[in-house]
């Protein structure tokens, strides 16, 4: 018989399983099968890395997707290649299984694509022990392995049968192709069909201890201008010529340093310039000025990052910044636009409560509890795009690294093994219960 189960709701209500209870046969089938699997692993994962995949190699990120499709395949799986090359970008895989009607939809979410593009000089995957180094191998072909390494566990114990799972893989995870709208066009219907959300983005391991991501910040930008009156800089302050456009800017910096902090935010400012005139590259990294010291400015730009909590934290303070720039200085004037990019993933009470059903699973294989980490400690992501359709998501589930996006990126190999264990027997008792929605 399946059991009923509202991810919205309280975490007793929604998860009525015992606190350590025993691995089930199959379970257990799942906890060998990976262990054995280990080096069968560790070769995919090597194989995966040496295969450049930078966002901008689409042929590189093609050829990932193209090892994958005949492991997905063999599985049981049917696999689409979404091309995305009107959005400058190379694609998407996507793998589904269709198992029993009714149950739990889940949506695992990874990406091919890497920040090393070919020129980076860091191309290949070196292990040393249980140490391997690559471009990539954490950030996300790590995570890639652990959903391969979960599958194959719950096809070998028979849980595999009755799962209903959509393997959602982009193709420019680390930048976005444009629009963007069109970009994540199939990983949001993915998400409306869904009702858990898990992200294999790698694992946070923090003095020995894993921790679970129930929230990631949102990801925007936003770009500053100002203008003033130019002049002889001994008519500054005055009535005719007022301020001039740096004062303006560095009042609107100052107001926003000084009133708007608050939990979970943070709003930096990369890059500033200021002049006679004063002017941003066209692609927004770089910026020309030039000015005397005795000539009032009359343009400044400046552009920066907006990472909140949750949709209402973001909307809030785009209008709390909104305001500081129109309250403008005698003389000048101010323009601030925002580009929303990345969404956040929210606390929800749905994510704490899958969080607390994986802890029943750690318990169950003899792993400590896992501890929410902290939101600010974790950037966006693409789960942030489905979080908020879904009745629960939990991020975390690739492997344990360091030095992700520099050269000597890192994991502990040993990683393996118990992230693929978690995922595999959470999507398996996922497999066997009904949404209270569905």
């Known amino acids: 018989m399946r059991l009923v189960v509202g991810f919205a709701a309280l975490t007793t209500a929604l998860f009525a399983s015992p606190a350590a209870a025993q691995l089930s046969d199959p379970e257990q089938v799942m906890v060998s099968t990976i262990e054995d699997g280990f080096e069968t692993d560790v ?211 100052d107001a926003f340093r000084r009133e708007l902090p608050e939990e979970n935010l943070t709003y930096n400012v990369g890059l500033a310039v200021g002049g006679t005139p004063a002017v941003l590259a066209e692609d927004g990294l770089s910026g020309t000025a030039v000015g005397k010291t005795n000539i009032i400015a009359p343009t400044a730009s400046a552009r920066g990052d907006l990472r909140t909590i949750s949709q209402e934290q973001t909307q809030r303070i785009a209008a709390a910044m909104q305001a500081i720039v129109d309250d403008n200085l005698p003389g000048t004037d101010a323009e601030i636009t925002f580009a929303f990019r990345y969404p956040p993933m929210a606390p929800t009470e749905g994510n704490r409560a899958l969080l607390a059903r994986l802890n029943s699973i750690n318990a169950d294989i003899g792993l400590e509890a896992m501890e929410e980490v902290p939101p600010s400690k974790r950037g966006a992501a693409d789960i942030s795009f489905v979080a908020p359709l879904v009745d629960a998501s939990l991020e975390g589930f690739g492997l344990n690294g360091e030095g992700g996006h520099s050269p000597g990126e890192n994991v502990d190999l040993r990683s393996v093994t118990r992230q693929a264990q978690r995922a595999a027997i959470l999507m398996s008792r996922l497999a066997n219960e009904t949404p209270a929605r569905n």
């Open 43 to 253: 070769a995919m994962l090597e194989k995966l890395v040496n295969q450049n995949s930078g966002t901008h190699n689409h042929a590189g990120v093609k050829a990932v997707a193209d090892m994958l499709i005949p492991e997905f395949e063999a599985l049981g799986l049917t696999t689409e290649w979404i091309d995305q090359s009107a959005q400058g970008r190379a694609g998407h895989l996507f793998a589904r299984h269709e198992g029993m009607s009714g149950t739990t939809k889940m949506l695992l979410i990874a990406h091919l694509d890497t920040v090393f593009e070919p020129d980076s000089g860091f191309l290949t995957f070196t292990r040393e022990g249980d140490m391997a180094i690559g471009p990539g191998v954490d950030d996300d072909k790590g995570g890639i392995v652990v959903i391969l390494a979960a599958l194959r566990a719950m096809k070998a114990a028979g849980t595999l049968d009755d799962a209903n799972i959509v393997v959602a893989m982009t193709g420019d995870e680390e930048s976005a192709g444009s629009p963007l709208e069109a970009a994540r066009a199939d990983l949001l219907a993915a998400g409306e069909w869904a009702d858990v959300a898990l992200g294999f983005e790698g694992l946070t391991v923090e003095a020995g201890r894993d921790y679970a991501v129930v929230a990631r910040r949102s990801s925007n930008s936003w770009a500053l201008t100002t203008s003033g009156n130019t002049g002889h800089s001994s008519r500054v302050f005055g009535e005719e010529a007022g301020y001039g456009a740096i004062y303006e800017m560095a009042r609107i910096l």
